[in-house]
C-alpha cells in the first residue's frame, strides 16, 4: 500500500464525484473561531486543542481553507 | 494495480493502448486476435474474482462486448488509463448492474431456461434488456465507491483526517504540518496519513461487504476503478 498515491486517487475521485468534500470556502470563521484557528495554525495548540479543532474542522470543512490560508502565511 | 509513472492528479496518455482501441474500433484482425487473448481472459477473470460463475461470467462478458461496440464506450475511451483497468472497471460495473437485477442470486443458467420457458419469447433476459432501455443506470459502481468511501470518510479519526485533507486538498507541505502540529517528527504526520488510509480502507471495504456482498470487490479493484479505470465509470476527466 502507497499511501499518498492510494489517497491522491481517492481524493480525485471524491473530488469529482462528491466535491463537498472540499469544503466550500466560507472565508473568514467567526472571530472566536479564527482566533483559536490561527493560534492552531502557528503551532501553539495543546494536544486538546488539536483534537477539538479537528472535530470542528470534521463537521466544518468550510473553515479548512482559512486554517490553510493561515498556515500557508505563516510558513512564507 | 501498478503504480502508474504519472502521479494520480495528473493521467498520463497510454498512446499504444489508444491505437489498440482504434484499431478495434477498425475491425483490424490482429487487434481483435490480441483483445481475445489478452483482454477477455482479464475481464472474465475479475468476473470470477469478483464473485461471479462461469455462466454469470459468460453472460456479464456478452453485456461488456455489447456496451464496448454497440454502446460505443470503446469509442469513448481517451487513452487517461490504461486499456485494460478501463474494460475491468467496465466489467466491475456491469456486473454490479447485472447482480442488481439479479438480486434473487438466480444462476445465469437459471435465467436461459427461465429465458426458454417463457411465453412469446420475451424471457427475463429480455425483459431487463428493455428495462435498461427505458432506465439506464450508467454508473451504479462509481455511486457505490462515493458512497462507500463518504461513509467511509465520516468514520476516520478527526485529526487524521484533517492531516490528509490539509496535504491532499490544501496542498500544506509536510513539514509545515510538523510544525502546525507542535514540531512533531515526519513520521508522525505520516503515520497518521497511513492511520487515515487503513481505517479508509478498512470502512470501505466493510460498507461493501454489506451493501454487495456478492461483489466481492477488493482494495486493489477500487482503486483501479478509482483511477485508472475512472474513465469507464466516471467519463474522461478533462
Keep these: 500500500m502507497n499511501t499518498e498515491h492510494d489517497l491522491a486517487i481517492l481524493t480525485q475521485f471524491l473530488r469529482r464525484m462528491a466535491p463537498e468534500i472540499e469544503g466550500h470556502d466560507a472565508g473568514d470563521p467567526p472571530a472566536e473561531l479564527a482566533a483559536r484557528l490561527d493560534a492552531f495554525a502557528s503551532g501553539k495548540a495543546a494536544p486538546a486543542e488539536r483534537a477539538a479543532l479537528a472535530a470542528t474542522l470534521k463537521e466544518h470543512p468550510e473553515w479548512l481553507s482559512y486554517l490553510a490560508r493561515a498556515i500557508r502565511t505563516r510558513a512564507a | ?238
Aim: glycine share 6%; charged share 25%.
Design chain 2, 1 to 238: 494495480m501498478t503504480p502508474s509513472s504519472a502521479t494520480a492528479s495528473e493521467p498520463s496518455f497510454h498512446h499504444a493502448d489508444f491505437e489498440f482501441a482504434q484499431d478495434l474500433l477498425d475491425g483490424d484482425a490482429q487487434a481483435w486476435a490480441r483483445f481475445d487473448a489478452e483482454l477477455k481472459p482479464a475481464i472474465v477473470s475479475r468476473l470470477l474474482r469478483q464473485g461471479a460463475t462461469e455462466a454469470d461470467a459468460d453472460e456479464v462478458l456478452g453485456l461488456v462486448m455489447e456496451k464496448l461496440w454497440a454502446g460505443k464506450k470503446l469509442a469513448a475511451y481517451t487513452g487517461s488509463g490504461p486499456l485494460q483497468g478501463f474494460v475491468r472497471t467496465m466489467a466491475s460495473n456491469v456486473w454490479l448492474e447485472y447482480l442488481r437485477k439479479h438480486r434473487r442470486m438466480i444462476p445465469a443458467s437459471s435465467l436461459h431456461q427461465a429465458d426458454e420457458e417463457a411465453e412469446g419469447g420475451t424471457g427475463i433476459l429480455d425483459r431487463l434488456t428493455e428495462a435498461e432501455a427505458v432506465a439506464p443506470q450508467e454508473t451504479p459502481l462509481a455511486e457505490l465507491l462515493r458512497d462507500a468511501l463518504l461513509h467511509a470518510l465520516a468514520q476516520v479519526d478527526a485529526e487524521a483526517l484533517l492531516i490528509m485533507r490539509l496535504s491532499l486538498l490544501q496542498d500544506i507541505k509536510q513539514r509545515d504540518l510538523c510544525a502546525v502540529w507542535g514540531g512533531c517528527h515526519e513520521g508522525t504526520i505520516s503515520r497518521k496519513k497511513q492511520e487515515a488510509l487503513e481505517s479508509i480502507r478498512d470502512q470501505t471495504l466493510a460498507y461493501l461487504a454489506e451493501r454487495e456482498p456478492t461483489l466481492q470487490i477488493t482494495w486493489q479493484d477500487l482503486l483501479e476503478a478509482c483511477g485508472d479505470g475512472a474513465e469507464a465509470i466516471l467519463g474522461p476527466s478533462y
